[in-house]
């Protein structure tokens, strides 16, 4: 058993969470901002996470 290798996929997902902590960080500060964007990091961790385990248990190449 392998672990897959990275695709455009997971380096989308992972650019995506970058750019909402930035923005929650860095351009318009505010609580409701930065609880938003751990929400929606949140959220795209786990439907990554989600899909790195299907492409890894049913050996798909995308």
């Known amino acids: 058993m392998y672990l897959p290798s990275l695709d455009r996929f997971d380096v989308a997902a ?19 901002v930065q609880v938003t964007a751990w929400l929606t990091v949140f959220t795209i961790s786990v439907g990554w996470l989600a899909f790195f385990l299907w492409k890894w248990m049913y050996d798909v190449d995308l």
């Open 14 to 32: 992972a650019a995506a969470a970058i750019c909402l902590l930035v923005f929650a960080y860095f351009v318009y500060p505010t609580h409701l």
